[in-house]
């Protein structure tokens, strides 16, 4: 199995009933999470991991499952593409949305 590096992936949480902000704030004390929102729908967490190899994933996937959390689900990036707004799009957006 060949050696995968620098892993990115997106960890969707559902928490046990009223457990999300203690969730959220355990997620801080985590490796390898770089970043974590509270949001609404199916899950109330989503956060994003950056760690350095698939066995590195396993362990903070563990980790999160070890705070009040009800279930998971875990995106693995493949591919990534960056897409900037341009100084042409962003005047567009803002000055259509001024009009209204």
Known sequence: M???????????IVTEHG?????????????????????????????RI???SMAKLRE??????????????TLIAYERRFSRLTKRHYKKMHHDRARR
């Open 2 to 12: 060949p050696k995968v590096e620098n892993v990115e992936a997106y960890v969707l």
């Open 19 to 47: 457990a999300d902000d203690e969730v959220l704030r355990g997620l801080v004390d985590i490796e390898g999470v770089s970043e974590s929102s509270l949001v609404y729908g199916e899950f109330d967490i989503h956060c």
């Open 50 to 52: 950056e760690v350095e």
């Open 60 to 73: 903070v996937i563990t980790r999160i499952r070890e705070l009040r959390v009800a279930t998971t689900e």
